[in-house]
């Protein structure tokens, strides 16, 4: 059962950043960073945080690692540290074939996440129907987050009748669309409305090469005659684990433009600019291979991090995705939040 505040909080509309992980030189976990991060995403105003996701780096679930649970532990531990409001949303990444699944669900439920963002990716022999079974299993131990994953990054193409009928499933109560493909949005959105949970279900985009224009559109479709309409309200992104107090102030006037008349010109040349942005912090020149290290390397380079360093070695910045980060830094000083930053290091690195 999810929280009714927290399920207000949902289909109110949220930032959502996916949680990255500190990592000492030696890859070992860096506990203190770790903290510090969560600290920071608190303090910039979002409303939750997921943690276990892609930008966490799945290897933490690997044996040689072991790392799942003591990172989803020490995020619970600062949000009870930091009184989080009672709609502050936690939601933990929930991957692998079922039996895995089910455990990481049952976990993060008991030690007080509200979601499970349910992963398909690295499952591609499994058949649709196949994977319905295992999200009504998970289902059934904690409220789900549907999770639409790009191909580029391990994820699959699935259909609409996939959609459909995953959005019937009872304790579905998110998805997040991060196809990267506008059919393949509008196949989600479009499934969402026709089913009867549609109210139920808020949807959140993890379309980080279109993060504003997502939020600014009213999806429209007929059904038996009526018009039904939907917005995607908030979003779950990596992206957003970055400069996150200014995506906090954006979002806010991104909100004031859903409910207006017309959408203010200012903010779809500001979309432009986050979509360029993005293109460096996740290497999209290179297949999206720096996506990560990337992310690690804007977060090393305002103190949050100690390196840009990966769980696996070959995570690392592509060849030129550097200087593309410095282009976008000098280029768009207005997304950055440094200063923000810089007056808060101390505090959230301090026991």
Request: aromatic share 10%; glycine share 8%; proline share 3%.
């Amino acid at each position: 059962m999810l929280k009714e505040a927290v399920k207000r909080k949902l289909h109110e509309g949220a930032v959502i950043p996916a949680h990255p992980l500190a990592l000492s030189r030696d890859r070992k976990l860096d506990e203190a960073g770790q903290r510090a991060l969560t600290r920071y995403y608190i303090d910039a105003g979002v409303g939750g945080i997921a943690v276990g996701v892609h930008t966490t780096q799945f290897e933490i679930r690997q044996p040689e690692f072991n790392l799942y649970e003591k990172v989803l532990s020490l995020a619970i531990e600062e949000t009870i540290r930091a009184n989080a409001a009672e709609d502050f949303i936690k939601v933990a990444g929930i991957c692998g074939p079922t039996e895995q699944a089910v455990k990481e669900a049952s976990f993060s439920k008991g030690i007080g996440f509200d979601l499970g963002l349910l992963s398909m990716g690295g499952l591609k022999s499994l058949s649709e129907e196949e994977l319905l079974e295992r999200a009504e299993k998970v289902a059934e131990i904690i409220p789900l987050f549907g999770f639409y994953l790009q191909p580029a990054v391990g994820g699959r193409i699935f259909s609409y009748e996939f959609w459909e009928r995953f959005a019937s499933i009872p304790n579905v109560h998110a998805i997040k669309i991060a196809p990267f493909d506008r059919y393949c949005t509008i196949d989600v959105v479009r499934a969402v409305c026709h089913s009867p949970r549609n109210e139920e279900i808020a949807l959140y985009t993890g379309n980080d090469d279109n993060i504003v224009n997502d939020l600014l559109t009213t999806f429209e479709f007929e059904i038996e005659g009526k018009k039904a309409e939907k917005k995607i309200v908030g979003g779950l992104l990596g992206h957003w684990s970055v400069w996150t107090k200014r995506v906090v102030e954006t979002f806010e006037e991104i909100k004031k433009a859903q409910n207006g008349a017309a959408t203010p010109k200012g903010l779809l040349t500001l979309g432009q600019q986050i979509t360029d942005a993005n293109a460096a912090i996740f290497d999209s020149r290179n297949g999206f291979k720096g996506s990560i290290a990337g992310i690690n390397e804007v977060l090393t380079r305002q103190g949050l991090l100690k390196g840009n360093w990966c769980l696996i070695d070959h995570e690392v910045l592509s060849p030129g995705q550097a200087e593309e980060l410095d282009r976008v830094y000098a280029s768009y000083p207005h997304l950055h939040d440094d200063e923000f930053v810089k007056a808060n290091l101390s505090k959230w690195f301090a026991k």
